[in-house]
């Protein structure tokens, strides 16, 4: 049910690597797009519909390129990449009706009893210059996961993408991922110390397109966490 009380359909696309394994990593990110621009800086926009390509689209595109990777060299532990839906569909004023596709799942997941080691939400992860921090939930339930990303991303030469310090908490997918189903989950989000959301200036306005996706942000993103998934042993 959307926050207007209107029922919508929705769809969460789900894929696995490794079905049988017991010992389960999963990657999540939202692939629905903003239905309005509100903080568009042109108020007609306002009701106007995003292509959300880093609002969304980023994370989707991180994790199909780690499935490709993976279909050429598999890991040793399941991997379950998670699409979810209507991540970004709700309104500031009502309670819980942003990530209705993550708490869907979380309340009825895709396998009975679903565990996973921890969890890793993408989001807004493909603008040229984001900053990564940390943001609040995820030092709360999965610092060592936190931790164990950071540092390798600094290792492996991306240190001016990810910063040692905690953002504020951020109600994300990976929220109730861990709150609904109690898994550890962490979220990788753009950070902006220069806008009063802390979100980057195209964030929820038309200008959330191509015109700001970096590839090599996207690869600072998704060539830690591969190496995370490829040193878990079962």
């Given at each position: 049910?959307?926050?207007?009380?209107?029922?919508?359909?929705?769809?969460?696309?789900?894929?696995?690597?490794?079905?049988?394994?017991?010992?389960?990593?999963?990657?999540?990110?939202?692939?629905?797009?903003?239905?309005?621009?509100?903080?568009?800086?042109?108020?007609?926009?306002?009701?106007?519909?995003?292509?959300?390509?880093?609002?969304?689209?980023?994370?989707?595109?991180?994790?199909?390129?780690?499935?490709?990777?993976?279909?050429?060299?598999?890991?040793?532990?399941?991997?379950?990449?998670?699409?979810?839906?209507?991540?970004?569909?709700?309104?500031?004023?009502?309670?819980?009706?942003?990530?209705?596709?993550?708490?869907?799942?979380?309340?009825?997941?895709?396998?009975?009893?679903?565990?996973?080691?921890?969890?890793?939400?993408?989001?807004?992860?493909?603008?040229?210059?984001?900053?990564?921090?940390?943001?609040?939930?995820?030092?709360?339930?999965?610092?060592?996961?936190?931790?164990?990303?950071?540092?390798?991303?600094?290792?492996?030469?991306?240190?001016?993408?990810?910063?040692?310090?905690?953002?504020?908490?951020?109600?994300?997918?990976?929220?109730?991922?861990?709150?609904?189903?109690?898994?550890?989950?962490?979220?990788i989000i753009h950070f902006s110390e220069s806008t009063p959301s802390g979100f980057p200036a195209h964030w929820h306005?038309?200008?959330?397109?191509?015109?700001?996706?970096?590839?090599?942000?996207?690869?600072?993103?998704?060539?830690?966490l591969l190496e995370v998934i490829y040193r878990e042993q079962p």
């Amino acid at each position: 049910k959307n926050w207007d009380g209107k029922m919508i359909k929705l769809r969460n696309i789900i894929a696995s690597f490794n079905p049988d394994a017991k010992e389960r990593i999963m990657i999540s990110a939202h692939w629905d797009s903003r239905p309005y621009a509100d903080h568009d800086p042109e108020p007609g926009n306002h009701n106007t519909p995003i292509l959300a390509a880093d609002d969304g689209g980023s994370g989707i595109a991180v994790m199909l390129e780690m499935a490709r990777a993976m279909a050429v060299s598999k890991p040793s532990i399941g991997v379950d990449f998670v699409c979810f839906d209507a991540e970004d569909l709700g309104k500031p004023d009502y309670e819980d009706s942003y990530c209705l596709g993550s708490q869907y799942w979380a309340r009825k997941p895709h396998l009975p009893d679903y565990k996973a080691r921890y969890a890793v939400n993408l989001d807004m992860v493909g603008a040229k210059g984001a900053r990564f921090v940390w943001e609040g939930f995820s030092v709360r339930n999965a610092e060592n996961v936190l931790r164990k990303i950071w540092d390798l991303g600094v290792q492996m030469g991306y240190s001016n993408y990810y910063f040692y310090y905690q953002g504020g908490a951020i109600t994300d997918d990976h929220y109730y991922v861990n709150k609904l189903r109690g898994i550890p989950a962490v979220d990788i989000i753009h950070f902006s110390e220069s806008t009063p959301s802390g979100f980057p200036a195209h964030w929820h306005t038309l200008g959330d397109n191509m015109a700001v996706i970096d590839r090599q942000t996207l690869k600072a993103v998704g060539e830690p966490l591969l190496e995370v998934i490829y040193r878990e042993q079962p």
